[in-house]
């Protein structure tokens, strides 16, 4: 059984999904767990975003993904914490917060 998108945003809005996480991310001491088995340190500390809520720092992922594994939603050894870097990595999503350089027109001058 697959699950929809509308479905997926459903179950994460759910409050089951909102209790299981805070779970979660007690259980795993608020540290990322792929910072931690890199011997790197990744927690979740208050830095307000542009708007002035708290910037999102760590995520609970589902090792076996929802959308394939829906049994497998709510089950503590599919869930794990992970700061939104290390979150992106897996999915490979690629954001970078630096503009990349611009390249150098062709300039007479500099011959």
Known sequence: MTLTEEQ???????MDWRN???????RD???CQQCR???????DIYEPNKNGRKKIKLVVHHIKELEYNPDLALEDDNLETLC???????????????PS???????DETW
């Open 101 to 107: 350089p611009k390249k150098l027109k062709w300039d």
């Open 84 to 98: 939104v870097e290390c979150h992106n990595k897996i999915h490979d999503r690629h954001f970078s917060s630096r």
């Open 8 to 14: 997926r945003r459903s179950f994460y809005n759910s």
């Open 37 to 43: 088995r890199e011997g790197k340190v990744a927690l």
């Open 29 to 31: 001491h608020y540290e």
């Open 20 to 26: 299981k996480r805070e779970a979660i991310k007690a």
